[in-house]
């Protein structure tokens, strides 16, 4: 019975997904979805860093960036399609954060945020500068669309904002099901007994620094490939999207959901893309008032949103 209704739950989900952008109507809102499963992906590969590894990691945004350059110039100066560069995206994300986690990992605390976050001051320096390759300031013009869809018998083409809507949606339920699978595999269980207490986990055997640069690493080629989807769905990309503030606003999202949790980052993403859309009608005063609530839900929600009404409810049940 519980089966029946857990596969019911997914059905209506999958179903209300959907359906979604289609009772919304204009596409600015279908626009918010877009960005908002984009965020959702950033969101999950840093919980594998932070939530479930317990790595502190102020760098995301160096890694989106990676993967939406490596995309873009690709695809700009060598033709490629998105079907191939995207992989290429995630994939030299990953050698950056396996290479900066083999570098940095055996530090900790504050120490690993400040070098992280140096790091990913780093690459947007070298983003700004390095003008012959990332144009620098300007920006990467001209990204093509990903087309048409690479299977034999289809001819759907990824051009409007719904095609990229579901695109996004498709790429959302792959990376869901594979990161849920790693956490409830035996890389998952090593990762949570390190962050519960890395030196009792290495005293039974658990290779600490191998599987915190596995979560680094996962976490990085995942956002490399969100990058790369931003790329060819903006069809521009600047230095100005990968800055510290945008490791710290994919980290805030992670805390607002509920840091060890698997949906809170998710829940996080959604809300915290969709509720600034909310307060324009507050004007100048929009960022004010979103600041302020967000301090106030990690005051009074220290757990996340998800994290506390999870907590509350195992403790009714118990």
Not at 134 to 158: C, D, E, F, N, V
């Amino acid at each position: 019975m519980k089966s029946f209704r857990k596969y019911l739950s997914w059905l209506a989900l999958a179903v209300f997904l959907i359906a979604l952008p289609h009772f919304l109507g204009r596409g600015y809102y279908i626009h918010m979805l877009v960005m908002a499963g984009i965020y959702t992906i950033l969101a999950i590969s840093l919980n594998l860093i932070i939530g479930f590894s317990g790595q502190v990691s102020l760098c995301h945004a160096a890694f989106y960036g990676i993967g939406a350059y490596t995309s873009a110039i690709f695809a700009v100066n060598f033709g490629l399609s998105f079907w191939v560069t995207f992989w290429f995206g995630g994939l030299m994300a990953a050698i950056f954060s396996y290479l900066l986690g083999l570098m940095v990992l055996r530090l900790r605390g504050h120490f690993l945020a400040i070098t992280t976050a140096f790091f990913g001051i780093f690459i947007n320096l070298v983003i700004n500068n390095w003008t012959a390759l990332t144009k620098g300031p300007m920006g990467i013009t001209g990204i093509p669309r990903p087309g048409a869809i690479p299977l034999p018998g289809m001819s759907i083409q990824i051009s409007s904002r719904l095609s990229y809507y579901y695109l996004i949606l498709v790429f959302l339920v792959f990376i869901v099901y594979v990161s849920y699978r790693i956490i409830n595999s035996r890389i998952g269980k090593a990762m949570v007994a390190i962050r519960e207490n890395e030196e009792v986990a290495q005293s039974i055997g658990v290779d600490a620094m191998k599987f915190k640069v596995i979560a680094f690493t996962l976490g990085g080629f995942f956002a490399g490939i969100a990058g790369s989807f931003y790329a060819h769905y903006i069809l521009f990309i600047s230095p100005v999207s990968f800055t510290l503030a945008e490791s710290i606003n994919v980290l805030v999202m992670v805390i607002f959901g509920g840091i060890t949790t698997f949906a809170g980052p998710i829940l996080g993403a959604i809300l915290l893309t969709i509720l600034p859309e909310f307060l324009r009608m507050a004007g100048d005063l929009r960022m004010t008032i979103y600041g302020g609530v967000l301090m106030l839900l990690i005051i009074f929600l220290p757990l996340g949103v998800f994290g506390t009404i999870k907590g509350k409810w195992v403790s009714i049940r118990g």
